[in-house]
């Protein structure tokens, strides 16, 4: 259900902060209902994703919270900065979207905007909250494979 981007399809929204605050444990790509006006604001980098999240609500999917700046050649029909945006996704994938929340202790979160196709999908993830020793633990990985990195480039050079 990973979706693989093209090398081409530009990035336009990361949210790097998914991978240390959640366990993502599958990925799934959707499309996402736009004005005019956002697209444009994401593709000159105004989108961001840390506090967004994924409802479920009277069999439609929301992406909440998700701030997506004003437009600055927009007129006064521009958009709203946070205003909800509707999913396009499939009914069976929003019903088992839905289930997975509902089993308790997993989240939908957004974790990047990126175009494929000329189109911008949204790549979501069920996702299980870290605790905080799960986090420490993830920092002392990161800092003993940086070490071993760091001794084997210097016993390369000298």
């Not at 069976?92 to 990126?114: C, M, N, T, W």
Request: proline share 3%; aromatic share 4%.
């Amino acid at each position: 259900m990973s979706p693989n981007p093209r090398p081409g399809d530009p990035v336009l929204a990361r949210n790097r902060q998914a991978s240390h605050e959640y366990h993502l444990l599958e990925t799934l790509e959707a499309g996402i209902q736009l004005t005019g006006t956002e697209v444009k604001a994401l593709r000159a980098g105004r989108g961001h994703l840390r506090e967004g999240y994924v409802r479920v609500e009277n069999g439609e999917a929301w992406l909440v919270q998700v701030n997506i700046g004003q437009y600055e050649m927009g007129n006064r029909q521009n958009h709203e900065a946070e205003r909800r945006r509707r999913l396009l996704l499939h009914r069976r994938e929003i019903q088992y979207l839905d289930s997975k929340v509902r089993q308790g202790g997993l989240a939908l979160v957004p974790l990047r905007l990126y175009v494929k196709h000329n189109r911008i999908k949204c790549e979501i993830a069920v996702a299980r909250g870290k605790k905080l020793w799960d986090k420490r633990q993830a920092i002392a990985e990161r800092d003993a494979r940086r070490d071993v990195e760091r001794a084997t480039a210097h016993a390369l050079r000298g």
